[in-house]
């Protein structure tokens, strides 16, 4: 599948999330310049396979499509992230096993995460063989607390996105015809509240 494209923070910083080598790499942006920052990786764990990243202050988080974790990155002053702490974010009882790069999650029970996004003190990350959102509770600090729920969405989530205001969901699936509207509520719950037609084959959500 094509790589995500890298994360930058609104600044002087960009970062791009390897899948297979298990880090991101860090780079500092300026005069049309990339120089890698010291040090120019931060790593995920091991054959975790880190999917998409979310810059948001000083935090980044990233969802890992093998393990199915969601990850939090402390940035620093200089751009440079450090990992902290990892929730499992995948519903326990899709009975889903650890992936590994190459395997086919679509022949086999295997952890096949995706996207994340912030919304306030939320957390929300997809899970594509199970069909699931998660929603995780974020402390002050932006430190990650535990999973407070999940929701079947539509069909191999890839890709979903949250409105500016934090208040809706738009999740659509790759063997999906159609998207899902969400609304997210103040206990983090998330609840349906409209579902239209929108065609085939549909990864990604933007709102403008």
Known sequence: APAPAPAQDGGEHVYAVSLGEDLIAQFHLADADLTPLDPPVAAAPDGSGPRHLVIDGDNGYAMTEFSGEAIRFVRGPDGTLTPAEAVDVVIPIAGLEHSTLGADPTRA???????????????????????QLTVTGVSEGGRLGPVLGYTPTEAVPRGFGVSPDGAFVVAVGEASTHAQLLRLGDDGRLEQVDRVGIGRGANWVRFV
């Open 109 to 131: 029970p295997l952890i096949w995460g995706a996207d994340v996004h912030r919304a306030g003190a939320y957390l929300l990350t997809s899970e594509r063989n199970s069909s």
